[in-house]
């Protein structure tokens, strides 16, 4: 059976620290076991 991987995509992140580090807190509550930052 294969496992599920849940990822986090983030973007658009600047000088919106506060905003970005819950956003990243909520999706690992989700269970997101990887976070990709496009910038």
Not at 9 to 16: F, Q, V
């Amino acid at each position: 059976m294969a496992k599920e991987i849940k990822i986090g995509i983030l973007s658009d992140s600047h000088t919106k620290t506060t905003l970005h580090q819950e956003t990243v807190e909520h999706l690992s509550s989700l269970g997101a076991e990887y976070l990709l930052h496009a910038g």
